[in-house]
């Protein structure tokens, strides 16, 4: 039995406030479980140097955590922030990216910040989810001030963290799950069934690839699911 009573195949709670933030395109909190996370969609009417002239736009990430979002503080410092941190804000926008038509919306950017406010596993796929449910908020903003004519979005898409604990296969790992994991992974796909992500480590033994496939399957599960949750509070249809 896991901590939290659900079974090995269950996603923990997710709730949603839109609007959290004032003043930005699109924003919400975003609590899945015990982790929670703070995402707002900016535009701005400027690309990066690099697609200047190109007639397309961009879609970027930031990520942070506020020094006591986990047990113990961490540095406020920008400047301190490490490859981790890095590596997740470029996730963020990357997988963002290939479901938004960047040629739609003309030489403009997204930018996306998630914040984590409480950690308890699963940080980077909550800020994922968060992304692109602000992502589309601000879309729909901006086409009701007819900046836009239609909302840039190809496909749905949402991300879940898998994993093999003591032997079992287990979804949407909590913190005290991802830290004793043998495999910890984490899988993005769109609403189509397509992989826009796999992140995978073993972290004590190799894991075979029926192993794997069984964590897929796992994950497609819960992404499905998630993903029914983004329709409901998006209401748009794609």
Avoid at 3 to 12: G, H, M, S, T, V
Avoid at 136 to 155: C, G, N
Wanted: hydrophobic share 40%; proline share 2%; charged share 30%.
């Amino acid at each position: 039995m896991r901590a939290d009573k659900r079974k090995n195949n269950e996603i923990r709670k997710i709730k949603v406030e839109l609007d959290y933030i004032r003043h930005a395109e699109g924003s919400c909190l975003i609590e899945m479980g015990n982790t929670r996370v703070v995402c707002t969609a900016t535009f701005e009417n400027k690309v990066p140097v690099f697609l200047k002239g190109m007639g397309g736009g961009w879609v970027t990430a930031e990520y942070g955590m506020l020094p006591r979002a986990t047990g113990i503080r961490t540095y406020r410092d920008q400047t301190r922030e490490g490859g981790r941190v890095k590596e997740i804000q470029r996730l963020i926008g990357r997988v963002l990216r290939t479901v938004t038509d960047l040629r739609a919306f003309g030489e403009s950017t997204m930018k996306i910040d998630c914040d984590v406010i409480q950690a308890d596993g699963g940080t980077r796929t909550v800020s994922i989810i968060g992304g692109f449910i602000v992502l589309v908020e601000a879309f729909k903003k901006l086409r009701t001030q007819r900046v836009i004519h239609s909302i840039p979005i190809k496909d749905y898409l949402a991300a879940v963290s898998i994993g093999i604990v003591e032997g079992e296969k287990l979804l949407d790992l909590a913190f005290s799950e991802d830290s004793k994991a043998e495999v910890d992974m984490n899988v993005c796909m769109t609403s189509a069934g397509k992989i826009v992500e796999i992140q995978g480590t073993a972290e004590k033994e190799p894991f075979f690839t029926t192993d794997l496939d069984g964590m897929l399957s796992l994950a497609k599960k819960g992404i499905i699911e998630i993903i029914e949750i983004e329709k409901e509070i998006v209401g748009i249809i794609i």
